[in-house]
């Protein structure tokens, strides 16, 4: 059954990313002229963390791979991407998936915990609309420490032109090789009318833009990680403009505007 297994993975793996591929097809119709690409693995032009940097940080794992990012918030709660976890008008089973804790390394398998259920924002729709967050609750509680660490929600967004940290693992350019190493990067916030006006003309209400020079920002696996400022966690990676890397925002998640639909289905 472990081969088998193992030979299935590929073919898994295939249909999710033809189905992240549709949600990207229907982005570019719905949001902006612009393609907006999903993002699965990771950060373009980061820095290596160091150990207990980002302890909120975990990898998202779809039957033992790497498919998002996300964000510890309690000891038996991450929160992540809807579109990580649903494909279609379909939750994925729990059982396929699993989260990895309190290390640098992408397959470090050091703590690793089985997903018990999955909660869905009801208003994610697929195809940049916003609401794109989702609640994992964990098989068994987290040990929190120093490398392991629930995050506080953001009460606001942070203030235009405010430097704001993003990290995953990933491929260091578009198109590129992974890293087996957490990276991140710094961008800046700007102001939703600078963002509608000069990128998406269709922003989502619940989005906030990120912006990046060339050869920086989130790429595909980022999905669902986590955006920090001042210690809080103010944005869930959502989508990018065009290829990774491109000088433009990548769109994350307004934590302050979803902040009360995540208090009232976890046990915040």
Known sequence: MELLGRLL??????LLEISLARCEQ???ETTTSRP???IRPRIVGGRRASAGQFGHQ????YFGHHICGGSIISASYVLTAAHCVQFGQDVTDPSRLAVQAGSL??????????????????QYLNGGQGYDIALLRLARPLGLNANIVAIPLAEEDP???SVVHISGWGAIFHGGPTSNDLLYVQVRSIA????TSHYMRRLPSTTMCLLHGANLGACHGDSGGPAVYEGRLVGVASFV????GREAPDGYESIATLRSWIISNSDL
Not at 58 to 61: D, E, G, P, Q
Not at 105 to 122: G, W
């Open 9 to 14: 993975t590929p073919l898994l793996l295939l």
């Open 26 to 28: 229907e982005r570019e």
């Open 36 to 38: 907006l690409v999903p």
């Open 58 to 61: 975990v990898s998202l794992r």
């Open 105 to 122: 390394r992408l397959n470090s398998y050091a703590v690793y915990v089985d997903v018990a259920a999955i909660e869905v924002h009801p």
């Open 159 to 161: 203030p235009a032109d």
């Open 192 to 195: 939703r009318s600078d963002c």
């Open 241 to 244: 403009l065009g290829a990774c």
